[in-house]
């Protein structure tokens, strides 16, 4: 894993009356992060077995960047992070498609979250899934991941709940190669992944790390239609 110096921020924070001050580096947005990822992974560039797969929304423009210039295909792994009732920027866990649920025991635990709420949240994030899978993909059918290396792209990790749903997903259709590429993630995180994955392909481990947005200078929610028009642009562009 590499530091990439895209730029500073300055954090300040007071714990116990002393003041903190973080500098750490900063990507411009996701298109940046995209770019600079990809110069990590050109060891994939033209190969006839792999793909790249965006976690949506805000994982696909940093995968379209990384499938544009390692001239890969580009698709989407879809998957709902579960959040807690009341916050939900923290997740409890995942849901994506195959029935595959991931859950946080040690949050759940901690917040003392009944299974009627658990189940009513993932209820409404399936339903969620299933609009996102139809206005994503239309009538094209899922990507064949069987023998072949699957480069996962998210924009960064936070708790790696939602990746992980992704990872279980996958495994399920043995690939030959798993690697999940991301800009930015707490090193914690990545060190677990790397338990789960062939590869972890990180640039930047900012600690502490707060939260992904932090680490973009601009962190605009992608939208469902910036999302179609990026796997569009890519699948014309390999055809």
């Known amino acids: 894993m590499r530091w990439n110096q895209l730029g500073s921020i300055s954090l300040a924070s007071r714990r116990e009356g002393e003041e903190v001050s973080i500098m750490k580096t900063r990507f411009r947005d996701r298109t940046h992060a995209g770019k600079e990822l990809a110069n990590q992974l050109t060891i994939y560039a033209n190969r006839s077995d792999a793909i790249v797969l965006g976690l949506p929304r805000g994982g696909v423009p940093v995968a379209y960047e990384v499938a544009k210039a390692l001239n890969l295909p580009l698709d989407i792994c879809l998957v709902r992070k579960l959040g807690v009732p009341g916050h939900k920027e923290l997740a409890m866990g995942a849901i994506a498609s195959g029935g595959v649920r991931v859950l946080n025991y040690d949050v759940i635990s901690w917040l003392a979250i009944a299974d009627k709420a658990l189940e009513h949240i ?118």
């Open 122 to 239: 993932a209820d409404r994030e399936l339903r969620e899934l299933q609009r996102r899978d139809r206005a994503y993909r239309g009538d094209r059918p899922q990507p064949e991941v069987c023998d072949r290396t699957i480069i996962l792209v998210d924009d960064g990790l936070a708790t790696g709940a939602t990746m992980r749903a992704a990872i279980a997903v996958l495994q399920k259709q043995q690939p030959k190669e798993l690697v999940v590429a991301v800009p930015v993630a707490p090193l914690a995180g990545c060190k677990t992944l790397e338990t789960e994955v062939d590869k972890v392909v990180c640039l930047s481990n900012p600690e502490p790390f707060y939260a992904i947005g932090l680490w973009y200078k601009n962190f605009a929610q992608t939208t469902d239609e910036q999302v179609r028009n990026l796997l569009a642009k890519q699948l014309a562009t390999a055809s």
